[in-house]
C-alpha cells in the first residue's frame, strides 16, 4: 500500500525552521516566557488571604462577679484556626462609635497576649449599653481582622460565650474542611469541660483554651456544644471535594497555573502560530505549488501539523521546565514528579487540540483575514462561552445546581470543552481529597476512564476531520 | 488510433468535465474537453478569461479533480496515479508566488526535496538553473524583495527544477515587459529543443504564435479548435474577410466610390498611410485596386495583402469580428 504521508517530514521540517525564524513566534514565546516564570515566581511566595491559616482574635464578653458585683470583661484569645495561641502579640480594645461619617474607633485599652494566646480588659462595674459596639485586634494596622465583641442583656443568662467558624484549608499534599469552636465559660475561664457533639455523638471537650476542631466530611451535620446545662447546636456542611486543593508549595503554583494561565495562554499561542497555516499558502499561492509536488495531500496536512506542533511545544516545554525550576527554587520543594508530568502532557496535549482546530479552520479561511476572525472565534468559544452554555444548558433543564446530578452532567459537559479537559487529565496525577476553594474540575465524578478516553478522541477526531476536510477542501 | 500514437502522446483528456459546487448555483468550468498533445509538441492554450483554460491546467497538474471524464500525462492517469505525475510535470501558476521569507536560492531547494532531490545534486541544480533564469545575483535575496518579473523567472526555475518532460505553464508571461516576454520565449524554445513538451496557456497571442506548433481554443468550457498553427489559420483566412492595404497618397472621394465599385469589394477605409480595403473571404482584389489607383493617377508606394493572424483566428473562431 502506497505510503499516505509522503512529503510529510519534509514539510514538517520546512515549517519548523520558518517557525523558528519567525518574530512571531519568539515573540509569543518570549511573553509566554514572561507570563509563566513571573506567575511560578510570584505564586511560590507566601500568599496572604483567606487560603492561608493566619492567627485571628477569638473576641469574648465575659462576667466576673468579685464580692457580689459584677465587673466586665472583654477577652481576646490570639490564635490560629488550628488552635495554636500566638504569645506576646499586643492586642487593642477599641470601641466604636459609628455616625454619620462613618465609623470612629476610640483605643480604651491595650494589652499583651500571654503565652496562651489570651490578653483581657476590663470594662467597669456597669453594664455597657446593648448598642454599643467592641472589638479586639492587633494594634498594628496591618494584621488580621477583629473579632467584635457584644454585651447582649441575655449574656447574664448564659453559661458560656463562643466563637464559631468554618475554613477550607489545604496543605500541599491534602486538603480540609473544619469547624472549630472557641468555647470560655462566662467568666472568661476555657470551658473544658463543655461537650462537643456531631451528630449527636460525643466528640470530646474543648482544649485547656477552650479549643475545639472537628474535620468535617462532606454533608449535612449537626454540631451541639453542652455546657453547664445548656445547648448550642451549629448546621454544617461538609463539601464534596472538588478536587485537591493546595494553599501553598510547588504542587500548588502547578495547580494554580493549570487552572488560571495554561488555558488562557497555551491558546493564545497555539492559534496566533498556527491559524493561517493553510490560508497563507492559500493566498501567497504556495499552495498551488505544494499540490503539484510529489506529496500527497495527507502528507501536507500532517506535516503542517507536525511543524507548527513542534514550533511550538520546543519553547513551551523549555518555558514550563525553567518554570518548574523556578517553583522548586522559590518554594524550596520540587513539585510531585507525577503532577509535574502530568502537567507536561496535558499541556502538549492542549497545544495539539488547538493546533488541529486551527488547520481546520485554516483550511476553511479563504484570507488570511478570515483566519484571523476563525482564530478570535474558537479561543472566545472555549474561553468564554463554552462555560456560560454549559450552565445555561443545566439551567435552562431545571437541575438543582447543588445536586450531584447538576455536577456528573457538567462533568461530561466538559469533556466537549478542551480547556477544562486539560485541567481535568492535570487533576488525574492528583489526591481525590479536596476542599472549598481553589475548585479544578477533577474527575472525580467521571473516573480516569472517560477523560483519558475523551482526549484521545478529541486528537483521532480532530486529525481525521483536518485531514478529510483539507483533502476535499485544498482546491484552489 | 494507432498503438504508436497512443504511446506519443504526453496528454490526453477525454470528455473532461468540472463542476465547481457552490450553495446556490453550481459552475460548470468544463463541460467536455478532449484534447491530445504529442510528446515534444509545444501546445498553446488559448481562451477568453473564464473559458477554462486555468481548470484544465490545474486539473492536468492534479490539483483538482475532475468532475467527469479522463486525463493522462505522461501515460498515467491523473486520478489513479497522482504521483508518477507529479514525477512527470513542472508546473508554473499564474498567480503563484513561493515564500516569501525564504530566499530564492531556498525556496528552489525546498520544491527540489519535495521533488526527491537532496543533498549537493539540489544545490547545483538550484545554482545552473537560478543562472539560467537570471536570478544568480538575487539567489540570496528573500523573496519578498522580488519585483513582478523577478517571481515569474522563480517560478519558472521552480517548475523546472526536476528537470520534468512536460512542462504546464499558465500565463508564464503574463504581466511582464517586452524583455520579460522574449525572455520567456527564447527559454520555451530551448525547452522545446531538448524534447521537452510544452502545455502554454496565455492571453499573449504573438507569445503562442512564435512559441507554439500547435494550438486549442477553448470557450465556455468547450473546444473550438484544435489543431496547428498554420491550420487554424487556413481556416480562418477561408472564412475570414480579405483585406489589402496601400500605402499611397490620399485618394480623391471619387477614387474611393470607384474602389468600392470592385466586385466583392465591402469597405474601404482611410489609414494614416494610405487606405484599407475589405473584400469577401477568399477575394483576390490586390490587381483591381492598382488598377483603379494608377487610372486615377494616385501614387502607390506599398500594396499587401493581409494575411490572417493568430488574433483574427482567435476572434473569428469565437465569434468576434477581426480587428
Redesign the interface.
Known sequence: M?NPF??MG??AW?EVR?HL??PRLIILAALFALAVLGAAYGLSQPQPGVFQNRPQVFAHPAIVNVSGVSHYWAIGWFADQYGVPVGGQELGFYSLEYNISGVTEHLLNSSTTSAAGFASFELGTGLPQSNASFQIRPTQTAGPGPGGVYFGRDLVNQTFTLVQGQSGFSTPTSSQDLFYLHVLALDGIPATGADVYLNDTLLGHPDANGYFRIDVTPGEHTVRLAFRGQNQTFPVRGFESSGPIFSSGADAVLVFLSISLMPLLLPIVAIAVSFDAIARERV???L?????????REGILVGKFLGAFLSITLPVIVVLFAGLGVVTLASGRAPALSLAVAFMLASLFLVAIYVLLMLIFSTLAKSVGTAVVFGVVVWLVFNVLFNFLAFLLLFSSGRNPTSRSFYETLSLLYLFDPNTLFQMLISLALPSTGSTFFVIPSSGFLGPAPVIAAGVIWIVVLFLAAIVLFARKS?? | MARDDLASAAIRVQGLKKRYAAFRKPLDALLGVDLEIARGDAFGFLGPNGAGKTTTI?IL?????PTAGSAEVGGHDIREDP?AV??L?G?M?E????????TGQDNLL??A????ITGSGARERAKSLLATVGLEEAAGQKVKTYSHGMKKRL?MA?ALIHDPDILLLDEPAGGLDPQGIRFFRDLIHGLRQKGKTVFLSSHILSEVEQTCSTIGIIQKGRMVAVDRVEAIRQRVGAVAPARVEVDCDPPSASTVQLLRQIPKVRMVWSTPAGILVEAEPGADVADEITRVLVTDHVRIRAIRPFEPTLEDAFLSLLGGAPS
Open positions: 502506497a509522503v512529503g519534509r514539510i520546512m520558518s525564524r519567525s501567497q499561492g504556495s498551488e505549488l505544494l499540490l503539484s509536488r510529489r506529496v500527497r482546491e484552489v | 490545474r497538474a492534479t490539483i483538482l479533480s504521483m507529479r514525477s510535470i508546473y501558476p498567480n503563484a508566488g513561493g515564500y516569501p521569507l525564504m525546498y520544491w526535496r519535495l521533488q526527491d517560478l521552480s
